[in-house]
């Protein structure tokens, strides 16, 4: 009999991994509650079980303190007399302890039923308490498992030594699970608050991180990290991630040579699209990145309130916002940023929506200790604003220079020259009006009508006569 409590100890431990020790703990205490219902809570005080690790053997006792003669022992379940302790110690000593063998042949059927329970019940906590342990260090990983039935809740799940709930929220919609079918699930979350439970998902965007870094060597080893991931299960997935090696493209480590390892966790996914996009350090770029595959024209982001505003080609809107507005809402997730779309032509007439809009009216200089520097921007360098202050004075420098060269000149008096030549000029038409138009009809090279002072000069008279039309 020892030995095959032996053999069924050394079963346990290897089918069940529970340890041959504490199932020996197990055994003393089932045979002391044994003691305690055969003889009573009282009588079994002082009763003790033993079992011996390399044989098997075991033995119930109860502990007697030795008094000299038997009319001493006042109490028969904790004292005994030194004649009858001899009996089974012959060196024991009045107060010293001797162990009473107790026969476990003496026990009833009830006390040999209520120890087998306990051993009973042990077995069943150390099994749920291996599991539990086995499958909590496995929480927040994906494992493999076989579909067993349906339940009303969602499917039941095999995973080896213990059984998951895979609820109908945390399916993919539109897939259908078959009884002995084999699939990958992500435990979420391991109880053993009244019995064990481990609940399990295939929507959980971990599941897709845990896919990459069982396919993708380079993100399992730490070249490549997955910074973010927004899933719409059964739809689509988008992933953004960086390499820590120059010489390593994170995307194309994670697609793989012509689509390789993105197609097998697509492929285990039901055909779920997923998008890998690289992750930037600046808002914009990256905001840029996760809208793909659309193009963009301009992102103004605003990192303290987690808020951007996104410029896209009048024929890119739609497919920036996606089906259903889909990708502009994977985005947001994958960035964290609240986003607002708006095409070219939207944009003109939308306040946060163009570079003028983040301009200062005032900011053509910069203060800088106490001092204005010139302002950087070439709009006003286009517009001859260049040399501020400076080009404006000598602007009027040279205005200034111009008036005095013409003072020096003439002054007043050519001034009133000018225009006293000007005067003759108009006065002379209105008083031969018909002679004026005939002359200029026929000539038309000279510029200056006679006066009639100036007939009076011989020399002008005669050249006026040889060159005016009038004279002949």
């Not at 030995?3 to 991994?17: C, N, Y």
């Not at 005080?45 to 690790?53: I, L, P, Q, T």
């Not at 040579?257 to 930037?280: C, F, M, Q, T, Y």
């Not at 946060?352 to 809009?357: I, M, P, Q, S, T």
Request: with cysteine; proline share 3%.
């Amino acid at each position: 009999m020892n030995k095959e409590l032996l053999e069924a100890l050394d079963l346990l431990e290897k089918e069940k991994q529970i340890s041959k020790e504490v199932m020996f703990e197990t055994i003393e205490t089932s045979l002391i509650a044994a003691c305690k219902n055969h003889f009573g809570k009282t009588d079994a005080a002082n009763m003790k079980a033993v079992v011996d690790r390399e044989t098997g053997d075991f033995m119930c006792f109860a502990e007697r303190q030795v008094v000299a003669t038997e009319e001493e022992v006042e109490d028969p379940t904790a004292q005994i007399s030194l004649e009858e302790a001899r009996k089974i110690n012959p060196d024991v000593q009045v107060d010293e302890t001797v162990n009473v063998e107790i026969k476990s042949k003496d026990f009833g059927r009830i006390a040999t039923q209520h120890a087998k329970n306990v051993i009973l019940q042990k077995i069943r906590e150390e099994e749920r308490s291996v599991v539990y342990n086995q499958y909590v260090g496995l929480e927040k990983e994906v494992v493999t498992g076989i579909v067993q039935r349906t339940v009303e809740k969602g499917v039941s799940i095999n995973l080896g030594r213990a059984d998951a709930l895979l609820p109908e929220s945390e399916m993919i919609k539109g897939e259908v699970l078959k009884p002995t079918q084999r699939v990958k699930v992500f435990i979420v979350e391991v109880s053993n608050r009244k019995g064990l439970r481990i609940s399990v998902s295939r929507t959980h965007p971990d599941l897709v991180r845990r896919l990459f870094e069982a396919e993708v060597t380079e993100i399992s080893d730490g070249t490549v990290e997955i910074m973010s991931i927004a899933r719409e299960a059964g739809s689509r997935t988008k992933m953004a991630v960086r390499s820590h090696d120059g010489n390593v493209d994170a995307v194309g480590a994670c697609v793989g040579l012509n689509g390789s390892r993105v197609n097998a966790i697509v492929d285990e996914l039901k055909g779920e699209k997923i998008d890998i996009v690289p992750w930037d350090e600046n808002p914009g770029n990256f905001i840029q990145n996760a809208l793909a595959p659309s193009k963009v024209v301009a992102v103004f982001a605003d990192p303290d309130e987690k808020t951007a505003k996104v410029v896209v080609p009048d024929y890119q809107l739609s497919l920036a916002i996606g089906k259903e507005g889909q990708n502009a809402r994977l985005a947001a997730r994958l960035t964290g940023y609240k986003i607002d779309i708006k095409s070219e032509t939207q944009a003109k007439d939308a306040y946060g929506f163009r570079y003028e809009d983040y301009l200062d009216d005032d900011s053509e200089y910069e203060e800088y200790d106490g001092e204005y520097d010139e302002y950087e921007d070439d709009e006003y360098a286009d517009d001859g604003y260049e040399s501020g202050e400076e080009e404006y004075e000598d602007e009027y420098a040279d205005a200034d220079e111009y008036d005095d060269d013409h003072e020096e000149d003439g002054g007043e008096e050519e001034y009133e020259d000018e225009y006293a030549d000007a005067d003759e000029y108009d006065d002379a038409p209105e008083e031969e009006d018909g002679e004026y138009d005939e002359e200029y009809s026929d000539a038309g090279e000279e510029d200056e009508y006679a006066s009639e002072e100036a007939a009076e000069d011989d020399a002008y008279a005669e050249a006026d006569e040889e060159s005016s039309p009038l004279s002949e």
